[in-house]
T-cell receptor, first 118, second 116 residues
Framework: AQTVTQSQPEMSVQEAETVTLSCTYD???????LFWYKQPPSRQMILVIR??????QNATENRFSVNFQKAAKSFSLKISDSQLGDAAMYFC???????????????FGQGTILTVHP | GAVVSQHPSRVICKSGTSVKIECRSL??????MFWYRQFPKKSLMLMAT?????????EQGVEKDKFLINHASLTLSTLTVTSAHPEDSSFYIC????????????FGPGTRLTVT
C-alpha cells in the first residue's frame, strides 16, 4: 500500500517571502500522480498543483512550484511571494495510475498548517 | 470549472436517527465518487468508493451497514449515516471523478454532522 508523509505539522512564513512544504511517499509503482491540495478555513479542498510521475519536468502554477525527486520519493511544494490568502492546511496526495475498481483513489498525507504573517 | 455540491452543509440530528447527505456533480458526469471523513485539523480519511450502478467499495474498518452509500445516477451519490451516535459527528467530504477519461477529481464543500 502507498503511504504519504508530511513531516511538518505547522509552518509559518512572512508575507511576500518563500516557503517550502515537504512531502515524501512510499510506493512500488512506477506510474502515478502526485498532488498538492489546499484547504482554507472554509474547508473546501482546492487543487493547487499536480505532477505526473513520468514527467521529469517539475510542475509550476504561477507562484506555486514543486520539486519532484522520483528516486528519493520526495515531492515538495514551494510557495513564492506568499500572500495572506495562502494561509490554509496543505495536503500532499498520491494517486496510482493503475486501473481497477479503486482507480482515482487518493492517499493523503497528514497535512501541514501554513500561517502567513503580515 | 467542474462543480460538486453537497447538501446539507450542516446537519444536527439526535442520537439513534438517520441522516442522508447528498453529493452532486453539477456540470459533469461522474461514474465514481468518493466519500471521506475528516476530523478537525486532521487529514481526509477515505471511507468508501461509490461507483454508479454498483455496490460501493468500503475501506477497511468502515461499517457498510452504518454508512450506506447509493450512487443512483451519474451525477448523484448519497451517504446515509444510520442510527447515528455522537461519535459519528464529523466533517464528511465527497469528491467526484470525471468520466471523460481525464479522471480528474473535484471536491464538494463538505457537510458538518453533529449528533446530539
Amino acid at each position: 500500500a502507498q503511504t504519504v508523509t508530511q513531516s511538518q505539522p505547522e509552518m509559518s512564513v512572512q508575507e511576500a517571502e518563500t516557503v517550502t512544504l515537504s512531502c515524501t511517499y512510499d510506493t512500488s509503482e512506477s506510474d502515478y500522480y502526485l498532488f498538492w491540495y489546499k484547504q482554507p478555513p472554509s474547508r473546501q479542498m482546492i487543487l493547487v498543483i499536480r505532477q505526473e510521475a513520468y514527467k521529469q519536468q517539475n510542475a509550476t502554477e504561477n507562484r506555486f512550484s514543486v520539486n519532484f525527486q522520483k528516486a528519493a520519493k520526495s515531492f515538495s511544494l514551494k510557495i513564492s511571494d506568499s500572500q495572506l490568502g495562502d494561509a490554509a492546511m496543505y495536503f500532499c496526495a498520491y494517486r496510482s495510475a493503475a486501473g481497477g475498481t479503486s482507480y482515482g483513489k487518493l492517499t493523503f498525507g497528514q497535512g501541514t498548517i501554513l500561517t502567513v504573517h503580515p | 470549472g467542474a462543480v460538486v455540491s453537497q447538501h446539507p452543509s450542516r446537519v444536527i440530528c439526535k442520537s439513534g436517527t438517520s441522516v442522508k447527505i447528498e453529493c452532486r456533480s453539477l456540470d459533469f458526469q461522474a461514474t465514481t465518487m468518493f466519500w471521506y471523513r475528516q476530523f478537525p485539523k486532521k487529514s481526509l480519511m477515505l471511507m468508501a468508493t461509490s461507483n454508479e450502478g454498483s455496490k460501493a467499495t468500503y475501506e477497511q474498518g468502515v461499517e457498510k451497514d452504518k454508512f450506506l452509500i447509493n450512487h443512483a445516477s451519474l451525477t448523484l451519490s448519497t451517504l446515509t449515516v444510520t442510527s447515528a451516535h455522537p461519535e459519528d459527528s464529523s466533517f464528511y467530504i465527497c469528491s467526484a471523478q470525471t468520466a471523460d477519461g481525464t479522471y480528474e477529481q473535484y471536491f464538494g464543500p463538505g457537510t458538518r454532522l453533529t449528533v446530539t
